[in-house]
């Protein structure tokens, strides 16, 4: 099946600074790629969908200033943590619809961000 | 908004029973999809379904989509120890996004 990769895996950071996360279709191209964040057993939420070429699409409650979404080329989406604070920590994962008939999501690997 | 609840929301059982997590949609889904994630891991795709009223089996592993696409199951057979992990049900209503319910967490006793 398609592979999503995602990086980094693990960040730690102080409070206040920036958070770059990449997601990358690695064979095939995915003009719309979804962010989730994850609370230890608790469900995906999602937080924006990402439009290659256009503006994200942020769902209610959302900070679209706190988390920027820059989906650049038909394989990377990037989520940008700004200024971020020990409530941002969390499970932050990505994912891209299948470009085949189904409409089932491959998911990046994850990334756990930890704020201090 | 859409929402999608899924019970129960933890069980455990010794390895050979069967297992069901259900799920309910507040709306009509055009489909469902069934993710499995592991401890530690990311979700995986397990299957779709689309039609009103679908049955679709893997090994032991059997999903089913109501007649009013508004509920679906999975049921697992005699469970093993591999099976543990989280199954969450994802209901798709449009807009091009999916909507998760809480995930039923499984843990076999061998």
């Known amino acids: 099946g398609a592979v999503v990769s995602q990086h980094p895996s693990r960040v730690i950071c102080k409070s206040g600074t920036s958070v770059k996360i990449e997601c990358r279709s690695l064979?095939?191209?995915?003009?719309?790629m979804f962010w989730y964040r994850q609370f230890p057993k608790q469900s995906l939420m999602l937080m924006a969908t990402s439009n290659e070429g256009s503006k994200a699409t942020y769902e209610q409650g959302v900070e679209k200033d706190k988390f920027l979404i820059n989906h650049a080329s038909l394989t990377l989406s990037t989520l940008t943590v700004t200024s971020a604070h020990p409530e941002d920590s969390s499970f932050y994962i990505c994912s891209a619809r299948d470009p085949g008939p189904f409409e089932k999501l491959f998911f990046g690997s994850g990334t756990q961000l930890s704020v201090l | 908004g859409q929402q999608v609840m899924q019970i129960p929301q933890y069980q455990h059982v010794q390895e050979g029973e069967d297992f069901t997590t259900y799920c309910n949609s507040s709306t009509t889904l055009s489909n469902i999809q069934w993710y499995k994630q592991r401890p530690g891991g990311h979700p995986v795709f397990l299957i779709q379904?689309?039609?009103?009223?679908e049955v679709k089996k893997q090994k032991r592993l059997t999903f089913q989509f109501g007649e009013a696409k508004k509920n679906s199951s999975l049921h697992i057979t005699a469970t093993q120890t591999t099976d543990v992990g989280t199954y969450f049900c994802?209901?798709?209503?449009?807009?091009?996004?999916?909507?998760f319910g809480a995930g039923t967490r499984l843990a076999v006793h061998p």
């Open positions: 064979d095939f191209q995915a003009t719309t």
């Open positions: 994802a209901g798709s209503g449009g807009y091009n996004k999916l909507i």
């Open positions: 379904l689309v039609k009103s009223g």
